[in-house]
C-alpha cells in the first residue's frame, strides 16, 4: 500500500508514531548505504505489513513542491539534508493527518498532546538551511518508539468464565426460639362464686348480732338530733312607737378655746439636681508591640546542573562543515561549545555557530579543515564562570 492511501484511513496514534518510526529507520538505512533519494513524497513511499516502509520507489521522480527542500526548489542537488527535509514533512503529515505545505505550522501548536522533544525533533527537519537540519534520524525514531509506550492504553484483561449460581439457603435466625407463653384460665367463675358466698356469710353474721342486741355501742348509738327554738314574739304596738332618745350630756367644766390652726405653708420647690457628668472613658493605651526582627532573605533555588546525554552524529568526517545535534537537561542559551582534547589537540575543528533550542537541545556547526587529526575527541557546554558539563566523546574520522 502507498503511503498516500495509507493517510486516507483512520489509524490511532500509537500506529501513527509507529510509522514515523519505522519511516525514520528507512532513511536511516538508505543514508548509511551511501545513497540519495531523488525525491520523496508519499505516492513513492511504500507501506507494507507491520508498518515496514520501503522508500525504492522514490530513487527517481519529480520534484513536489510540498516536500522538497528549499534549496532543492532553487535548483540545487539532491543531498541527504534534502531528504531529511522530506522526510520531515512526511511525519508532520502523518502525525496531523494533512499535508504541511512550504510553510508548515509549528507541529506543537497544532498537535499540543505531543511531547516537546518529539515536536522539535520533527520541526528541526524543516529548517530552511540545510546545516541546522540533524544529519540522521536515530534520535527521532527513538523519541517515537517511547512515545508509542505512552500512548498505548493498559491491556484488557480476559474476562473471566460465569460461575454457576448456587440455589438460595434458608438463612437460619440466630435469635434464640421463646417458649409459648401459657394460656390463661378460661373462666373465673369458681373465684366468683367464693366471694360470693364470704360476702353471704358475713351480712348474715352482722344482722344476727344486731337482732341479738350484742352490738358494740359505738355502733348501736343513734345520733341526737338538735331541738328547735321558740323564736320570742314582739308587741305590734310597742313596734310601731318610736323609741325615747336620751338627752345628751352637759359638758363639764370651762369652755376651751379653739385654735385656729395655720394653713400650710406650701414648700418651697426644690431644684431639679442636676445630672453628675458622666466621666468619659479612657481609651486604654495602645500596648507596645515588639518589631519582627529581621530575617535573612531565603536563598534561591539552586540552578539544575546541566548535563549531557547523546551526541548526534556521534562521529563526523573531515573535511567541511558538519551540524551536531547535543542532547541532554538543564542546558542553558549562555553555554559555549567547547572542543576538549582526549589524545590529539583539536588543532582544524571551529565552531561556527551554534543555536539553544530548549534545555534539552544545543545544535552546533562545525568546520573541520583537511589538517584535523582523525581521533577521537571530547565537547562539552561551559558557561561564563567556568563551569564545564560532563563530556561526550565525538570521533573524527578521514
Not at 344482722?207 to 331541738?227: F, Q
Not at 534539552?360 to 564545564?388: K, Q
Amino acid at each position: 500500500m502507498r503511503l498516500d492511501a495509507w493517510l486516507k484511513q483512520q489509524h490511532s496514534p500509537a500506529e501513527r508514531l509507529r510509522l514515523v518510526e519505522r519511516l525514520a529507520q528507512a532513511l536511516n538505512t538508505v543514508h548509511d548505504r551511501g545513497e540519495i533519494l531523488a525525491s520523496i513524497a508519499p505516492e513513492r513511499v511504500e507501506v507494507g505489513s507491520d508498518l515496514k516502509v520501503d522508500l525504492s520507489p522514490a530513487v527517481r521522480g519529480r520534484l513536489e513542491p510540498g516536500y522538497a527542500s528549499p534549496e532543492r526548489l532553487e535548483g540545487g542537488p539532491a543531498s541527504a539534508a534534502a531528504d531529511i527535509y522530506a522526510t520531515g514533512a512526511l511525519c508532520w503529515e502523518i502525525l496531523v493527518g494533512r499535508a504541511c505545505g512550504e510553510a508548515a505550522k509549528p507541529l506543537l501548536d497544532v498537535v499540543p498532546d505531543l511531547p516537546r522533544e518529539l515536536a522539535n525533533s520533527v520541526m528541526g527537519c524543516l529548517e530552511r538551511s540545510p546545516e541546522w537540519r540533524p544529519k540522521d534520524l536515530t534520535y527521532l525514531a527513538q523519541l517515537a518508539a517511547a512515545q508509542q509506550k505512552a500512548t498505548r492504553g493498559p491491556e484488557p484483561q480476559a474476562e473471566r468464565a460465569p460461575q454457576p449460581q448456587r440455589a438460595p439457603q434458608p438463612q437460619r435466625s440466630s435469635a434464640p426460639q421463646r417458649a409459648a407463653p401459657r394460656r390463661a384460665s378460661r373462666s373465673h367463675l369458681p373465684l366468683f362464686i367464693a366471694a360470693a358466698l364470704l360476702i353471704a356469710a358475713a351480712a348474715s353474721s352482722y344482722l344476727w348480732l344486731r337482732r341479738e342486741g350484742s352490738v358494740p355501742a359505738a355502733t348501736a348509738r343513734a345520733v341526737p338530733l338538735p331541738t328547735p327554738v321558740a323564736a320570742p314574739t314582739r308587741d305590734p304596738a310597742a313596734m310601731a312607737a318610736p323609741a325615747p332618745v336620751a338627752p345628751a350630756a352637759a359638758p363639764s367644766g370651762p369652755p376651751r378655746a379653739q385654735v385656729a390652726t395655720p394653713p400650710p405653708t406650701p414648700a418651697a420647690p426644690v431644684a431639679p439636681a442636676e445630672p453628675e457628668p458622666t466621666p468619659t472613658p479612657t481609651p486604654p493605651l495602645p500596648t507596645p508591640v515588639e518589631a519582627p526582627a529581621p530575617q535573612a532573605p531565603e536563598p534561591a533555588d539552586p540552578v539544575e546542573p546541566a548535563s549531557l546525554t547523546a551526541l548526534s552524529p556521534p562521529s563526523i568526517r573531515r573535511p567541511g562543515k558538519v551540524l551536531l545535534d547535543i542532547r541532554g537537561a538543564g542546558l542553558r542559551a549562555d553555554q559555549r561549545v567547547r572542543i576538549l582534547p582526549l589524545k590529539e589537540a583539536p588543532r582544524g575543528i571551529s565552531v561556527v555557530r551554534q543555536k539553544w533550542t530548549s534545555a534539552n537541545l544545543v545544535t552546533v556547526l562545525l568546520e573541520l579543515d583537511a589538517s584535523v587529526t582523525p581521533a577521537a575527541y571530547a565537547i562539552a557546554l561551559e558557561s561564563a564562570s567556568g563551569d564545564r558539563t560532563n563530556p561526550l566523546q565525538l570521533t573524527v574520522l578521514k
